[in-house]
Structures are given as C-alpha cells and as structure tokens.
C-alpha cells in the first residue's frame, strides 16, 4: 500500500514563496509517476504537474515559470517549489502516485496525500 504525505503547507502573503514536500513510501523501484493538484474549496481538483520515474516533468501554464516540481529519487520525497504566490493560489494541495504509465498520461492517479493548505493573503 503506496502510502503519500504531505507538509510545508501555511499561511503566506502574496509575493511569497512555499516549498511543498511529500514522502512516498510503500513502493520501490520504477515505473511510477508522481503529481501535484490542488483543490480550491467548492471547485474542481486542478493538476498542478507531475514527474515520471523515467525524468519526465510537466507543469500547467497556470504556475509556469512561479512553481516547481521536482524529485529526491533515492528518498521519494515529492517536492514542489513555490513562488511569486497569488492570492488565487489559495488551496488545498495533493500529491498522487501511480505505479502505471498509462494511467499517468490519462492523469489518473491511484495514491492521494490527505493534503496541505496554502493560504496566501493579499
């Protein structure tokens, strides 16, 4: 059982910077894809990006060139490096996991974090 969590979370004000991280355990090895989202209260989850085993990263447009998304391979410690923040960035965040390439380019994931709140005041 992939087992994901989540910290680095809190309160900021607008123009700051966070650092996300989430600790996978449960699994080793390769093929796994690992993402965030975010989810901003009564709206959609919205994927923020996500990393492959194989190098492979991507990030929506909506953070580009403010987040990143990177990866302690050899500890499997998810990371996501947050600046520039907006108010608008105010959410709960999420890792994912999955262990299927398919699944990851389809965005559907099979592990969830409990999440960390942002919240970025003006």
């Known amino acids: 059982q992939v087992q994901l969590v989540e910290s680095g979370g809190g309160s900021v004000r607008a123009g700051g910077s966070l650092r996300l991280s989430c600790a996978a355990s449960?699994?080793?090895?390769?093929?796994?894809?690992m993402g965030w989202f975010r989810q901003i209260q009564g709206k959609g989850r919205e994927e923020i990006g996500r990393?492959?085993?194989?190098?492979?990263?991507s990030l929506s447009d909506a953070v580009q060139g403010r987040f990143t998304i990177s990866m302690d391979a050899a500890k499997y410690i998810l990371y996501l490096e947050m600046n520039s923040l907006k108010v608008d960035d105010t959410a709960m965040y999420f890792c994912?996991?999955?262990?299927?390439?398919?699944?990851?380019?389809?965005?559907?994931?099979?592990?969830w974090g409990q999440g960390t709140q942002v919240t970025v005041s003006s």
């Open positions: 990393i492959e085993s194989d190098g492979r990263r």
């Open positions: 994912a996991f999955t262990g299927n390439p398919w699944r990851c380019q389809a965005r559907e994931f099979d592990y």
């Open positions: 449960g699994f080793w090895g390769s093929p796994y894809c």
